[in-house]
């Protein structure tokens, strides 16, 4: 009986062992840690700590090297760059181009348009205004014998 009555408490406890803990806690654990892990951890705190995290580390870090190594890394780079071109480049280049540039277009001007134009113009300005305009009879008489025109028409009188 005792041997009975010990493979009834087994077989019971076992039976209900097992049926509880494979059914019900099982479950209730997969349920708990699926709602749980799943959707207030993995869903709420996890994309918000590692935002906040990755939004601090990025911001400090990224602030802190642009600000510190980009920031004088470029301004010492362009300010040297910068200097040496101006100091340099700058003034060689256009020294030398600005005076072969002025002396050639300026001398090639100068002795040919220039001094054609204003040695013709202020001839031709010169001779007809004053052979137009002073009236005297030299004037008249050097007109006369330039073009072979008589300026005063002489009528016979008689």
Do not use: D
């Amino acid at each position: 009986m005792l041997v009975y009555l010990l493979t009834y408490l087994v077989t019971c406890l076992l039976t209900y062992l097992l049926t509880y803990l494979l059914a019900y806690l099982l479950t209730y654990l997969v349920i708990y840690l699926l709602t749980y892990l799943l959707l207030t951890y993995l869903l709420a705190c996890l994309p918000t700590y590692l935002l906040t995290y990755l939004l601090t580390c990025l911001l400090t870090y990224l602030l802190a090297y642009l600000l510190t190594y980009l920031v004088i890394y470029l301004l010492t780079y362009l300010l040297t760059y910068l200097l040496a071109c101006l100091l340099t480049y700058v003034p060689t280049y256009l020294l030398t181009y600005l005076l072969t540039y002025l002396l050639t277009y300026l001398l090639t001007y100068l002795f040919t348009y220039l001094l054609t134009y204003l040695l013709t113009y202020l001839v031709t300005y010169s001779l007809t205004h004053s052979l137009t305009h002073s009236h005297t009879p030299w004037s008249r008489v050097l007109l006369e014998n330039l073009t072979g025109f008589q300026l005063v028409k002489i009528f016979p009188t008689s």
